[in-house]
């Protein structure tokens, strides 16, 4: 009887024993899983970098003689946040659509011949020379110049910052095509 229960004592304590043995495999097993699974992951994001495809902020603005002397075209306001500004001389210069001070985008006021930035109510003259409200300094311009083609082309990659204070037209003369 004594025996008996040696025996079943002992067939227990091998249960127990594999069962601890199998707990510690399976908890191996799984650390590699997760090690693996985490290499995967840092692999996969490596291959699919987090990379901003920006626009080109090169376009073209079509024929010079689509553009009225004396006017202010607002075609690219939506897309490219650029006025193309056409003088009663027939020069050209594109201005950006970004109010110089916080950033907000103002509207040409066609009756009153100024921008307007809705959100505290600076103004600007149609050359972008501020004169009213919170701005600082006029607006900027970016490149404007003509394609082989004979395409007005815009370049906002290279822009004319304006410095507070004087008629843009003085700081940047470069900036206005004449054509
Ligand atoms: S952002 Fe234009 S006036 Fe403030």
Redesign the pocket.
């Known amino acids: 009887m004594a025996r008996d229960t040696q025996i079943g004592i002992e067939e227990e304590s091998d249960a127990t024993t594999w069962s601890r043995r199998d707990f510690l495999s399976l908890t191996a097993w799984g650390g590699v899983l997760a090690f693996l699974s985490t290499m995967l992951v840092a692999f996969m994001r490596f291959m699919f970098p987090r990379v901003l495809f920006e626009p080109s902020p090169r376009f073209s603005a079509g024929r010079p003689d689509t553009f009225q002397p004396g006017t202010v075209d607002t075609r690219f306001k939506q897309s490219q946040r650029v006025w193309i500004v056409r003088y009663e001389d027939g020069s050209f210069f594109a201005m950006l659509a970004i ?6 985008t ?1 509207n040409w006021i066609p009756s009153d011949r100024k921008y307007k ?6 103004g600007f003259y149609m050359s972008g020379l501020n004169y009213e ?3 600082p300094r006029p607006l900027d311009r970016a490149k404007i110049s003509l394609s082989p083609e004979g395409d007005l082309v815009v370049d906002k990659a290279v822009l004319y910052s304006m410095k507070p204070g004087q008629d843009p037209d003085e700081q940047y003369p470069d900036s206005l095509l004449r054509i």
């Open positions: 109010c110089t001070h916080l950033g907000c103002p930035c809705p959100c505290h109510g600076s409200g919170p701005a």
